[in-house]
């Protein structure tokens, strides 16, 4: 942990360094890469030691698939020999360690990294082994038309930004922001001249990486006091158990999951306010006017503690590893996207128990939830009053559930987690089958088959 927040910190005077000394303007291209990459190289080698070897051999063979695998193949082999691959190093450590945590754990930079190789090998299948007119529309903006040298596909891997705790990037972002033109893209999406501009405004990060370094720090003292004081193992104590009636207990879930939150919160809000302030991150402008670095933001804090809907938590919590799933699983899934989606995420983060048991009651509460939703949501919609009601309701029923689903991840072991859900009476579980048995089920569109042209069509035909 202590080599974790050196490397950060030292990788957000590295950004500052490089956005003023090798910006775009000081430094040619290569030379940004060939930096972003060096330095990358050296923060694994400083924080992971001799198990930072595997980030490198995962990189070199994904890069001879990269180079050599014919495209219409190109994305299932990068699939099944970087997952493969991270889940062998998932479960040396479940058998050598004994459900242990490495205090060098190299499996956070080994997933992202997965997530870079699969997400960029789609993109050149789409690019290049798929007509524009069988893409969606974020899959046309984003395919990649060309395969990338060695040193922009090390470079999009290893750099120095994303290296410790990502987050997951599209390549050709990242390879605009290396060129220079990744903040001038977004720009010309607003017409400068009606607002008065003579020119192109130069937004500055410093301000929002200043308001992310706030939220990292509370987030630190957030960790340091409530986590230890209310840890997540006491929820199975056998004490608490026999003393603590139900709903007690329910109460004190939520409460140690509120505290298991600030972690998550600190590194996802650090390893934003590293790119930021390298130059990355520029998403636009918004209604008011105000510039946006928001494109690689893993959480929004405020619509994951006022989510009223398992969808809205799930969208607003690890951002960009929804958005990997989304791309990678659901979007060209033959058949049960949801379902697949889940099994992934659960394959993804690793082989302990707990995350199957989270992931797949997840499945069960995120139908149920629709199911719920699609039927009687427009009920609460006539009059203030209702919809507040509903509000409440649904925020009190989606914090309890995702609790519920979460205490999993966090005790890892079958044992353990049987152990809560029996204290639990399964009452979540059982509550989910009973409204799918009750509520009728509406078929679930799936945007795979709404390909660009298919939908030009409709809409020119509904004109």
Same mark, same amino acid.
């Given at each position: 942990q202590i080599n974790f927040v050196a490397c950060q910190l030292f990788a957000l005077l590295a950004a500052f360094w490089f956005r003023i000394y090798l910006g775009p303007s000081h430094a040619s291209s290569a030379v940004r890469h060939a930096f972003a990459t060096l330095f990358g190289i050296y923060f694994a080698v400083f924080c992971f030691g001799w198990y930072s070897i595997h980030l490198f051999v995962l990189v070199m063979m994904s890069y001879g698939i990269m180079s050599t695998a014919s495209i219409p193949n190109i994305h299932r082999y990068s699939f099944v020999v970087s997952m493969g691959y991270l889940t062998l190093c998932h479960i040396s450590r479940i058998y050598i360690f004994h459900y242990g945590i490495l205090t060098t754990d190299f499996s956070g930079p080994l997933m992202i990294i997965t997530q870079k190789i699969t997400t960029l090998a789609c993109q050149l299948h789409d690019g290049i082994g798929r007509q524009a007119e069988e893409l969606t529309a974020e899959q046309n903006r984003l395919a990649v038309k060309t395969r990338p040298s060695l040193l922009e596909y090390l470079s999009y891997l290893l750099n120095f930004m994303s290296i410790i705790a990502g987050p997951c990037s599209n390549y050709k972002d990242y390879i605009a922001f290396i060129e220079g033109r990744h903040v001038h893209m977004k720009l010309l999406e607003v017409n400068w001249k009606q607002k008065g501009y003579d020119r192109l405004p130069d937004p500055s990060p410093t301000g929002a990486v200043m308001y992310k370094l706030c939220i990292t720090l509370v987030s630190l003292i957030l960790f340091l006091t409530l986590t230890k004081n209310f840890p997540m193992a006491y929820i199975i104590?056998?004490?608490?158990?026999?003393?603590?009636?139900?709903?007690?207990?329910?109460?004190?879930?939520?409460?140690?999951?509120?505290?298991?939150?600030?972690?998550?919160?600190?590194?996802?809000?650090?390893?934003?306010?590293?790119?930021?302030?390298?130059?990355?991150?520029?998403?636009?402008?918004?209604?008011?006017?105000?510039?946006?670095?928001?494109?690689?933001?893993?959480l929004n804090i405020w619509k994951i503690e006022t989510a009223t809907s398992f969808k809205m938590y799930i969208e607003n919590w690890n951002i960009q590893t929804a958005a990997w799933l989304k791309r990678v699983c659901y979007d060209r899934a033959p058949w049960y996207p949801t379902a697949l989606t889940f099994i992934l995420s659960a394959l993804w983060h690793g082989i302990y128990p707990g995350y199957y048991f989270t992931f797949? $009651?997840?499945?069960?509460?995120?139908?149920?939830?629709?199911?719920?939703?699609?039927?009687?949501?427009?009920?609460?919609?006539?009059?203030?009053?209702?919809?507040?009601?509903?509000?409440?309701? $649904?925020?009190?029923?989606?914090?309890?559930?995702?609790?519920?689903?979460?205490?999993?991840?966090?005790?890892?072991?079958?044992?353990?987690?049987?152990?809560?859900?029996?204290?639990?009476?399964?009452?979540?579980?059982?509550?989910?089958?009973?409204?799918?048995?009750?509520?009728?089920?509406?078929?679930?569109?799936?945007?795979m088959r709404k390909p660009q042209n298919q939908a030009m069509k409709n809409s020119i035909k509904s004109k």
């Open positions: 104590d056998n004490e608490f158990l026999d003393k603590t009636p139900f709903l007690s207990r329910l109460g004190y879930l939520y409460v140690v999951t509120q505290a298991a939150k600030p972690k998550y919160y600190f590194a996802w809000t650090l390893a934003d306010a590293v790119n930021n302030a390298a130059g990355y991150g520029f998403s636009g402008v918004d209604e008011k006017g105000i510039f946006r670095w928001d494109l690689l933001s893993n797949l $009651t997840g499945i069960l509460i995120t139908l149920a939830a629709r199911a719920v939703r699609n039927n009687c949501r427009h009920y609460f919609l006539s009059s203030v009053p209702l919809k507040i009601a509903y509000d409440v309701v $649904t925020w009190v029923v989606t914090q309890l559930a995702l609790c519920y689903t979460a205490a999993p991840f966090v005790l890892l072991a079958v044992e353990p987690t049987i152990k809560f859900y029996k204290s639990m009476y399964f009452h979540m579980h059982i509550l989910s089958i009973l409204v799918l048995l009750v509520l009728p089920i509406r078929p679930q569109t799936h945007s």
